[in-house]
């Protein structure tokens, strides 16, 4: 077993003893457990070890000793180089992933809804049903009858028809219904009907992993509440080159971490608008809020936090180019009453001041906290 007792360190018990390991996996040393002192160097599934000193190599053929340890010490620093580079670049992908996922959170397409149609039901299987009337009518009846057996399927063709006539109708009747439900329930949505909106919009959010909930629907006007993620969902890192031009991973600026964040969470309310519009179609009008759950305070209470605020059109949201168009200059030139609080010269997306808001605090007492605390913000910081 072994017992890690600071970050580097780890002691294994064994049979033989016990054994320290210092550093890092991409180098660390091993001493005691009745071993020679070795050095191990690994990435990801794979880790290599190479005992050093402790007592006499066998000479290789044609050099000396010290020429064997020279060759093998360079072996393992070219093997810790390898690793090392290996896990740079692993890290430099995840990174890169994290970093673009939280930029482009508005930009996944959103195809708009039509009228829906009842799915057909299996046809009638005529057949079967000719076969079941015709057996049930030749029961009993012997094979050298055939005056007799000649009148018995002809009954029987014409009671399946009978019967396939009926199923046939009950079948289109059924999906009849089914329809007249569907175009009642599109006549409801697309008259902005609230109780059909506001449960339409809860499905679509769910279905598409959207942290958003309806708060109002009044006329063709909507009111979104948006849960996005604390600060902690952006990496501290990102990756960079050296002035060499090799890849690395560098530490992000404080104004780097702040732009991101912003743009995460404009990402997120451009998301929830786009879907609304898309499946309600009589919309037309989207006031959004992005809500964030606070830290808790000396009593361990929690409330919501408001980010941002912004009233968006349907047709304000034409023509963008959603493939290379960032979140917040999509909410502030579509927006023209895009309310946020950007603090500091790092431009912090700070909570907004309600005190002097009265509207938006009214909003946000409609707000779910359980709701707020399923958010899930992306990938892990770095």
Same mark, same amino acid.
């Given at each position: 077993?072994?017992?890690?007792?600071? /970050?580097?360190?780890?002691?294994?018990?064994?049979?033989?003893?016990?054994?320290?390991?210092?550093? /890092?996996?991409?180098?660390?040393?091993?001493?005691?457990?009745?071993?020679?002192?070795?050095?191990?160097?690994?990435?990801?599934?794979? #880790?290599?070890?190479?005992?050093?000193?402790?007592?006499?190599?066998?000479?290789?053929?044609?050099?000396?000793?010290?020429?064997?340890?020279?060759?093998?010490?360079?072996?393992?620093?070219?093997?810790?180089?390898?690793?090392?580079?290996?896990?740079?670049? &692993?890290? $430099?992908?995840?990174?890169?992933?994290?970093?673009?996922?939280?930029? &482009?959170?508005?930009?996944?397409?959103?195809?708009?809804?039509?009228?829906?149609?009842?799915?057909?039901?299996?046809?009638?299987?005529?057949?079967?049903?000719?076969?079941?009337?015709?057996?049930?009518?030749?029961?009993?009846?012997?094979?050298?009858?055939?005056?007799?057996r000649r009148a018995a399927r002809e009954a029987a063709r014409a009671s399946a028809e009978q019967e396939i006539?009926?199923?046939?109708?009950?079948?289109?009747?059924? +999906?009849?219904?089914?329809?007249? =439900?569907?175009?009642?329930?599109?006549?409801?949505?697309?008259?902005?009907?609230?109780?059909?909106?506001?449960?339409?919009?809860?499905?679509?959010?769910?279905?598409?992993?959207?942290?958003?909930?309806?708060?109002?629907?009044?006329?063709?006007?909507?009111?979104?509440?948006?849960?996005? /993620?604390?600060?902690?969902?952006?990496?501290?890192?990102?990756?960079? #080159?050296?002035?060499?031009?090799?890849?690395?991973?560098?530490?992000?600026?404080?104004?780097?971490?702040?732009?991101?964040?912003?743009?995460?969470?404009?990402?997120?309310? =451009?998301?929830?608008?786009?879907?609304?519009? $898309?499946? $309600?179609?009589?919309?037309?009008?989207?006031?959004?809020?992005?809500?964030?759950?606070?830290?808790?305070?000396?009593?361990?209470? +929690?409330?919501?936090?408001?980010l941002l605020a912004v009233t968006l059109a349907r047709g304000a949201l034409d023509g963008i180019d959603w493939s290379s168009a960032g979140a917040y200059d999509v909410l502030r030139q579509a927006g023209?009453?895009?309310?946020?609080?950007?603090?500091?010269?790092?431009?912090?997306?700070?909570?907004?001041?309600?005190?002097?808001? /009265?509207?938006?605090?009214?909003?946000?007492?409609?707000?779910?906290?359980?709701?707020?605390?399923?958010?899930?913000?992306?990938?892990?910081?770095?």
């Amino acid at each position: 077993m072994y017992f890690k007792l600071a /970050p580097g360190v780890r002691v294994r018990v064994t049979t033989r003893g016990v054994r320290t390991s210092l550093g /890092p996996r991409a180098a660390r040393v091993h001493i005691g457990g009745g071993y020679r002192p070795g050095v191990s160097t690994g990435a990801g599934p794979v #880790t290599l070890y190479q005992s050093v000193g402790g007592t006499r190599r066998r000479r290789s053929p044609g050099g000396s000793g010290q020429g064997g340890r020279a060759g093998a010490s360079a072996t393992l620093a070219a093997r810790q180089r390898q690793a090392a580079a290996a896990a740079r670049s &692993s890290e $430099a992908e995840h990174l890169a992933a994290a970093i673009e996922s939280l930029q &482009s959170l508005h930009r996944d397409p959103v195809a708009p809804v039509s009228p829906p149609v009842a799915p057909d039901e299996p046809p009638v299987d005529a057949s079967a049903v000719r076969e079941r009337h015709e057996k049930s009518a030749l029961r009993g009846v012997p094979f050298w009858k055939r005056s007799e057996r000649r009148a018995a399927r002809e009954a029987a063709r014409a009671s399946a028809e009978q019967e396939i006539d009926q199923l046939t109708s009950e079948r289109d009747g059924r +999906r009849r219904d089914a329809q007249a =439900l569907l175009d009642r329930r599109w006549a409801e949505l697309v008259a902005n009907e609230p109780d059909v909106v506001q449960a339409t919009l809860a499905e679509a959010f769910e279905e598409a992993e959207l942290h958003s909930s309806p708060l109002a629907v009044e006329g063709a006007e909507v009111s979104l509440a948006v849960f996005v /993620p604390g600060e902690d969902v952006v990496p501290e890192r990102k990756p960079g #080159t050296t002035p060499a031009g090799k890849p690395t991973i560098q530490k992000m600026t404080v104004t780097e971490q702040a732009d991101l964040y912003t743009a995460a969470v404009c990402g997120h309310v =451009l998301a929830a608008v786009r879907e609304a519009f $898309a499946v $309600a179609p009589g919309l037309g009008l989207a006031r959004a809020v992005a809500v964030r759950v606070s830290a808790a305070d000396a009593y361990g209470r +929690r409330r919501p936090e408001c980010l941002l605020a912004v009233t968006l059109a349907r047709g304000a949201l034409d023509g963008i180019d959603w493939s290379s168009a960032g979140a917040y200059d999509v909410l502030r030139q579509a927006g023209p009453d895009l309310t946020v609080n950007l603090t500091g010269r790092a431009r912090h997306l700070s909570p907004l001041d309600l005190d002097h808001e /009265p509207d938006l605090a009214a909003l946000l007492q409609a707000v779910d906290l359980d709701d707020a605390a399923d958010t899930t913000g992306g990938p892990p910081p770095g």
